[in-house]
């Protein structure tokens, strides 16, 4: 059943993608891990609308790829505002609002 | 035949993502994400979704990871000035397996059964047919997301601006 390998891959994916935010302290790698969680879950919708013969996770695939360009667009942002300011991307030496 | 294409790209993407959060430097990082891009894109194609894989090509591998590489580029600089690059043949290697990448792709699509999965009908995943599904029924998500799009592009400004005042 092909199905199954799809969607055992999508979840490898997303969890090595979670680890990686997990273990990574740059900030940019983080980012990155987390598009690849965004990915994990379009193989699933893509997997699921193939299976069900309905074109929705099609759509949302595309809406999830449009929120993830926002997403990077805004955060790099943010990255370079950081560094700009800290002089580092280090996501653990930025910790002045964790109380 | 779709097993035994699934099972390699499955694999390259796996390795691919674990090179990403395993290497030492953003960039190899970046480029590996690249080659997951492009994996998936394959897989995409597969399931007989041209439009996304070949989306996910443009967008993703394109349009994203060149900020991101922007970004390392622009911090890098400010880093360690002058620091050489001392990876060309990696480089290259690269390059060549990302047009083997593009020409699996193509080669792929143009070569692709009406049904690969024996499930999909000829239209199925077509431009087409997901245009027709995102200017009728998903119309109003379709229009948000270009707000969302101005809000992010005047967001990304708006923050990288407000320090050179």
Known sequence: MMMNNYLMLSA??????AVGVLIRRNMIVVMMCIELMLNAANLSFITFANYRHDMTGHAFVFMVIAVAAAEAAVGLAVVLAMFRNRETVNVDEVNSMKG | MEMAIF??????????????ILAPKPVTSAMSLVAVMF???V?????????????????YAGAIMVLFLFVIMLLNLREKEGAESHTKGYAQMFGGAMALAILVVVVGLTHMPASPAGLSSDRFGTTAEVGRLLFTKYILPFEITSVLLLAALVGAVALVKIRMR
């Open chain 2, 7 to 20: 099972l390699v790209v499955g694999a390259l993407s796996i390795g691919f993502s674990l090179a990403m």
């Open chain 2, 39 to 41: 994996c998936l894109a």
């Open chain 1, 12 to 17: 490898a994916l997303f969890v090595i993608g």
């Open chain 2, 43 to 59: 897989l995409f194609a597969m399931q007989s979704a041209h439009l996304i894989a070949i989306l996910q090509i443009l967008v």
